[in-house]
Nanobody, 119 residues
């Protein structure tokens, strides 16, 4: 059974940092591209970042470029999102997702972890 379990969310002050993790199981993690997608309260889904299966290619939404870093550890079957210089508008539920390749449709989602940026 495929599982994606996010963790690391919480309450942080503006300007602070958080690192999200996504533990993957039930599939060959190293063969899939992975993404982070978020949903702010009352808004639609927003793609945040993606990384290819080997970790050598990454992409970011303009809204997070220069502040967020996506990475993966294929030996640990884990995806990460390092978030720095957080802003209130980064408040959202963050989901990790898998797809057959960069740019391919997502075929499985995690349940998400809530990040709240507030003073």
């Amino acid at each position: 059974e495929v599982q994606l379990v996010e963790s690391g969310g919480g309450l942080v002050q503006p300007g602070g940092s958080l690192r999200l993790s996504c533990a993957a199981s039930g599939f060959t993690f190293s063969s899939y591209a992975m993404s982070w997608v978020r949903q702010a309260p009352g808004k639609g889904l927003e793609w945040v970042s993606a990384i290819n299966s080997g970790g050598g290619s990454t992409s970011y939404a303009d809204s997070v470029k220069g502040r967020f870093t996506i990475s993966r550890d294929n030996a640990k079957n884990t995806l990460y999102l390092q978030m720095n210089s957080l802003k209130p508008e980064d408040t959202a539920v963050y989901y990790c997702a898998k797809s057959p390749g960069l740019g391919a449709p997502v075929d499985y989602w995690g349940k998400g972890t809530l990040v709240t940026v507030s003073s």
